[in-house]
């Protein structure tokens, strides 16, 4: 129940816009879900699509419009906050290191927080042979999302070596709001621990 209350509330502080002003590439949400504009088009041609979704999910964005006759108006939405650069994706300099339940959740948060950046100049990769995913400029880490299961749901292993340094995982849900309107979110699950242990690094980007 906590959760929910949090998530109400982190939605009501967003500031609220109409949705037919916004620029393509918007990421906003409206009734709890994400939707990334993708058409801005003349004469009120202007749609929105689930985020990461088909296009079964489309919606318009303009009342009174050609498009509003055939698909769902959405007509006023919520913009999430933005990451100026991509080193706020970071601790200080720093990467952030989560683990995340499942694959499929880790993936989504990643292109996610990705998106938000407004230089956009990160991008989402493997990072290296491990269970996880990076945001990345290609040279430096900003964050890295593992995950304990793959899609198919089998366990993974976090390989780890003897280095001086030591990687601090965050358990997922200390992550930022926003990934609570990922459409694979699940809130905590009892078989990944709120205490995360401290691995060494394997390796170096």
Same mark, same amino acid.
């Given at each position: 129940?906590?959760?929910? +209350?949090?998530?109400?509330?982190?939605?009501?502080?967003?500031?609220?816009?109409?949705?037919?002003?916004?620029?393509?590439?918007?990421?906003?949400?409206?009734?709890?879900?994400?939707?990334?504009?993708?058409?801005?088009?003349?004469?009120?041609?202007?749609?929105?699509?689930?985020?990461?979704?088909?296009?079964?999910?489309?919606?318009?964005?303009?009342?009174? @419009?050609?498009?509003?006759?055939?698909?769902?108006?959405?007509?006023?939405?919520?913009?999430?906050?933005?990451?100026?650069?991509?080193?706020?994706?970071?601790?200080?300099?720093?990467?952030?290191?989560?683990?995340?339940?499942?694959?499929?959740?880790?993936?989504?948060?990643?292109?996610?927080?990705?998106?938000?950046?407004? @230089?956009?100049?990160?991008?989402?990769?493997?990072?290296?042979?491990?269970?996880?995913?990076?945001?990345?400029?290609?040279?430096?880490?900003?964050?890295?999302?593992?995950?304990?299961?793959?899609?198919?749901?089998?366990?993974?292993? +976090?390989? +780890?070596?003897?280095?001086?340094?030591?990687?601090?995982?965050?358990?997922?849900?200390?992550?930022?709001?926003?990934?609570?309107?990922?459409?694979?979110?699940?809130?905590?699950?009892?078989?990944?621990?709120?205490?995360?242990?401290?691995?060494?690094?394997?390796?170096?980007?």
């Amino acid at each position: 129940m906590s959760e929910q +209350i949090e998530l109400q509330t982190f939605i009501a502080s967003l500031p609220e816009v109409e949705t037919m002003r916004l620029p393509r590439g918007v990421i906003f949400t409206a009734n709890r879900l994400l939707y990334q504009v993708i058409e801005t088009g003349a004469e009120g041609f202007h749609k929105a699509r689930q985020w990461r979704c088909g296009e079964e999910t489309d919606v318009a964005l303009v009342p009174g @419009s050609y498009l509003a006759r055939f698909l769902p108006l959405v007509e006023r939405g919520r913009l999430l906050p933005i990451f100026p650069t991509r080193l706020d994706l970071t601790d200080r300099g720093d990467p952030i290191i989560f683990l995340f339940p499942d694959e499929r959740m880790a993936l989504d948060a990643a292109y996610l927080d990705v998106a938000l950046v407004k @230089s956009g100049d990160a991008y989402v990769r493997n990072h290296g042979r491990e269970p996880a995913f990076a945001a990345t400029d290609g040279v430096h880490v900003f964050r890295i999302y593992y995950y304990s299961r793959t899609i198919h749901g089998r366990s993974t292993q +976090i390989s +780890i070596a003897p280095t001086e340094k030591t990687l601090q995982f965050r358990h997922y849900t200390r992550g930022p709001m926003h990934w609570r309107l990922l459409p694979t979110w699940r809130d905590a699950t009892p078989w990944l621990d709120e205490t995360i242990p401290t691995f060494p690094v394997v390796g170096s980007e």
